[in-house]
């Protein structure tokens, strides 16, 4: 059995890579086969961060085919257990994937073997970093607690939520048709909200209502708060919390606060991974407790409330123990 996580954000340069490439380390280290997946198609640098040389063929190959599957581009790493398949590197032009090579591409992730594939994705909503993410219900969505970022994670989780919906229901269809409407925001001058659409789908058929609640509720995507610098900067994930619970009438679980650390910047610049280097580094230990929550719970069970933000102040006290 393979779990996928796919590592996604709203804004750019919040710190997806360099998670996507210590939690890979960090769980080949708990004795899991990891393959981490540059998917940044356009932008991809997984190599630089992991310290490998840009000469290997990538996912550009298969996009292009010019490797006739995935498995054959599997790259060792400096770390057991740990494999890497880089993106569009060598070659570039990549990034407007055509469908049936993104159906092709979401097959060939499909049949990888290993406990773990984690996928380093692109920033933004566009509908093929949306449809990598939600190859996972239980993808990793990053931010920093800037208002920019938090803002954008919205936006990526509302994105997501509407994709979901979208695809719940088959072409054509009316459901489907009220879905786009809803996208397009072509539904004017009424309440805006993910449980109007829901009632519309209800008013449509009622079976289509629940199998839209069905996906909704089997969604868990959950969220990184990176680049933290006091344990203060953790409230700031209850904005987060709030806009969502406001807007989407839905919840967020937090699963990491990784604090702002200058060894984690330096590592990629010294081309070598985090972990590997600075492995007594704060970053390392807070992707060690990032990894140890991913194994406890690799999907998360039945939809959690913390009403108090219990979560939260767990992970604060990790990120500043009591002396
Ligand atoms: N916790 C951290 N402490 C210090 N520096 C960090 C931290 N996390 C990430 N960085 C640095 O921030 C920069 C952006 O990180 P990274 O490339 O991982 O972001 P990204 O979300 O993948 O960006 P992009 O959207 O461009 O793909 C890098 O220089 C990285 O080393
Ligand atoms: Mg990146």
């Given at each position: 059995?393979?779990?996928?996580?796919?590592i996604a954000?709203?804004?750019?340069?919040?710190?997806k890579?360099?998670?996507?490439?210590?939690?890979?380390?960090?769980?080949?280290?708990?004795n899991?086969?990891?393959?981490?997946?540059?998917l940044?198609?356009?932008?991809?640098?997984l190599?630089?961060?992991?310290?490998i040389?840009?000469?290997?063929?990538?996912?550009?190959?298969?996009?292009?085919?010019?490797?006739?599957?995935?498995?054959?581009?599997?790259?060792?790493?400096?770390?057991?257990?740990?494999?890497?398949?880089?993106?569009?590197?060598?070659?570039?032009?990549?990034?407007?994937?055509?469908?049936?090579?993104k159906?092709?591409?979401?097959?060939?992730?499909?049949?990888?073997?290993?406990?773990?594939v984690?996928?380093?994705?692109?920033?933004?909503?566009?509908f093929?970093?949306?449809?990598f993410?939600l190859?996972?219900?239980?993808?990793?969505?990053v931010?920093?607690?800037?208002?920019?970022a938090?803002?954008?994670?919205?936006?990526?989780?509302?994105a997501?939520?509407?994709?979901l919906l979208?695809?719940?229901f088959?072409?054509k269809s009316?459901?489907?048709?009220?879905?786009?409407?809803?996208?397009?925001?072509k539904?004017?001058?009424?309440?805006?909200?993910?449980?109007?659409?829901?009632?519309?789908?209800?008013a449509?058929n009622?079976?289509?209502?629940?199998?839209a609640?069905?996906?909704?509720?089997?969604?868990?995507?959950?969220?990184?708060?990176n680049m933290?610098r006091?344990?203060?900067?953790?409230?700031l994930?209850?904005?987060?919390?709030?806009?969502?619970?406001?807007?989407?009438?839905s919840?967020?679980?937090f699963i990491?606060?990784?604090?702002?650390d200058?060894?984690?910047?330096r590592s990629?610049?010294?081309?070598?991974?985090?972990?590997?280097?600075?492995?007594?580094?704060?970053?390392?230990?807070?992707?060690?407790?990032?990894?140890?929550?991913?194994?406890?719970?690799?999907?998360?069970?039945?939809p959690?409330?913390?009403?108090?933000?219990e979560d939260?102040?767990?992970?604060?006290?990790?990120?500043?123990?009591?002396?």
């Amino acid at each position: 059995m393979q779990y996928r996580i796919p590592i996604a954000s709203g804004k750019g340069g919040v710190g997806k890579t360099l998670l996507s490439a210590n939690l890979a380390i960090s769980l080949a280290q708990q004795n899991k086969t990891v393959i981490v997946v540059d998917l940044d198609l356009g932008g991809s640098n997984l190599h630089t961060v992991l310290g490998i040389r840009n000469r290997h063929q990538g996912i550009g190959h298969f996009i292009n085919r010019k490797a006739e599957n995935i498995e054959s581009l599997v790259v060792e790493t400096a770390q057991e257990r740990h494999f890497f398949i880089p993106g569009d590197g060598l070659l570039t032009g990549t990034a407007n994937l055509p469908y049936w090579r993104k159906l092709a591409l979401l097959k060939q992730l499909e049949e990888l073997t290993a406990d773990f594939v984690l996928l380093d994705l692109g920033s933004g909503t566009t509908f093929n970093t949306i449809d990598f993410f939600l190859t996972s219900e239980a993808g990793l969505i990053v931010t920093t607690p800037d208002t920019t970022a938090i803002l954008n994670a919205y936006s990526f989780l509302k994105a997501s939520m509407l994709r979901l919906l979208q695809r719940s229901f088959p072409g054509k269809s009316a459901e489907r048709q009220a879905v786009l409407e809803f996208m397009e925001e072509k539904v004017e001058g009424q309440d805006r909200s993910i449980q109007t659409l829901v009632a519309n789908l209800s008013a449509i058929n009622h079976e289509s209502g629940r199998t839209a609640e069905a996906a909704l509720a089997r969604f868990r995507p959950r969220v990184v708060m990176n680049m933290g610098r006091t344990a203060q900067d953790i409230r700031l994930g209850g904005r987060l919390r709030q806009v969502v619970r406001n807007n989407l009438q839905s919840d967020v679980e937090f699963i990491a606060y990784l604090p702002q650390d200058e060894l984690a910047s330096r590592s990629p610049l010294e081309r070598s991974a985090t972990l590997l280097t600075y492995p007594q580094s704060k970053y390392a230990v807070a992707i060690h407790n990032c990894a140890r929550r991913v194994l406890n719970e690799p999907v998360p069970e039945t939809p959690k409330l913390f009403p108090d933000n219990e979560d939260l102040k767990e992970l604060a006290e990790d990120f500043s123990p009591p002396r």
